[in-house]
């Protein structure tokens, strides 16, 4: 099916409402379990007034120093669950707690990357209220990023809604995160030339990117259902649904590794894709917005190369041969005999 064609069109209004009212459904199913789990925390151990109030005036310094507004939440939600196991003002109670924690679901010791974290949280109450106290760090093994296959990868976005996967194929092209996306207004999106800008969250710096010509036109039959000031879903949800339709291709292509790809990998894959056209370092940290090269380096540890790579091969005999063949990412190699030959990573 061709985007811009009326039958896409019909599919993805079909689709847009189905998600929406599944976007809604899974809203609501996080909210009731965020909401009992919540109850059930107070009833075990409740936070005095007190505690709520120096909790909240953690909360509010960090949004007055531009805090981002998925950090507060999880430092809101860490403070919590450690003022009802622990007294916040004694930072040595709160270290030990911090060492012996135990998932709650699990009940397994906690990761070091998850330690950080209630670490960080705990950080930004001492600084608030003036407390003094050493700070613990968790040393966290650098595992090699994993860079997913380009046929895994278009597999599990083909087996998506139109919605979904519009959303999907700017991620790969921009390399953004699921808050990055989101955080786009409809000021971001230069349709006539199918350019989209991306501000970065986490230190990313921001760019504005020129999509390929086909996901530029799905992007505006999106658009066109999607008219308010935030076209793009929460990270959540465009999570959930990544989840979701990889989960379901696994079981259709009988392919269960492809449950092993988290939505964050499309970024990792993005910026594989472009050193395999350019193998030039510096390209790839600017796509992705990196502000050192030794951020960008450790990505590339996960890139393999070598003579085990499997090639596409397409000739091209004229100008617009060569245009579409550059357009869907192949690499111009060398001419032979008056054709020219043009290669892509499978």
Not at 53 to 76: E, F, Y
Not at 265 to 275: E, I, K, V
Request: proline fraction near 4%; glycine fraction near 4%; charge should be positive.
């Amino acid at each position: 099916m061709n985007p811009g064609s009326q039958a896409w069109r019909a599919c993805v209004l079909n689709h847009s409402r189905q998600e929406s009212v599944r976007t809604h459904k899974i809203q609501s199913r996080l909210d009731d379990d965020r909401t009992h789990e919540a109850k059930l925390f107070q009833q075990i151990n409740p936070i005095p007034l007190s505690v709520e109030a120096s909790i909240t005036n953690t909360t509010l310094n960090m949004k007055s120093n531009g805090r981002k507004g998925t950090t507060i939440r999880t430092v809101n939600y860490k403070l919590r669950e450690l003022a009802r196991n622990c007294n916040l003002n004694n930072p040595e109670e709160v270290k030990a707690y911090i060492s012996t924690a135990k998932n709650q679901i699990t009940s397994q010791p906690l990761s070091d990357s998850a330690r950080n974290k209630f670490v960080y949280a705990y950080d930004c109450y001492c600084k608030t209220h003036n407390i003094q106290w050493k700070k613990p760090f968790y040393k966290v093994a650098e595992n090699v990023p994993i860079i997913p296959s380009t046929e895994n990868v278009n597999a599990i976005i083909d087996n998506a809604s139109p919605k979904y996967a519009t959303i999907f194929k700017i991620l790969v092209e921009t390399a953004s995160e699921g808050q990055e996306l989101h955080n786009v207004t409809q000021s971001d999106i230069g349709t006539e030339h199918g350019q989209i800008t991306i501000k970065g969250v986490k230190g990313h710096g921001s760019a504005t990117y020129k999509l390929k010509t086909q996901t530029a036109e799905m992007l505006r039959i999106y658009l066109a259902t999607h008219k308010e000031e935030h076209p793009f879903p929460q990270s959540h949800s465009i999570g959930q649904v990544w989840r979701d339709t990889r989960e379901r291709t696994a079981k259709k292509l009988c392919k269960p590794e492809l449950n092993k790809i988290p939505l964050k990998n499309l970024r990792n894959y993005s910026g594989a894709q472009l050193y395999y056209k350019l193998l030039d370092p510096i390209a790839v940290m600017r796509h992705l917005r990196h502000k050192k090269l030794e951020t960008t380096m450790h990505y590339l540890r996960g890139i393999t190369t070598g003579e085990e790579e499997e090639y596409t091969v397409k000739t091209a005999t004229n100008i617009k041969e060569a245009t579409d063949l550059l357009e869907h990412g192949f690499t111009y190699i060398q001419e032979i005999d008056g054709t020219k030959l043009y290669r892509k990573r499978k």
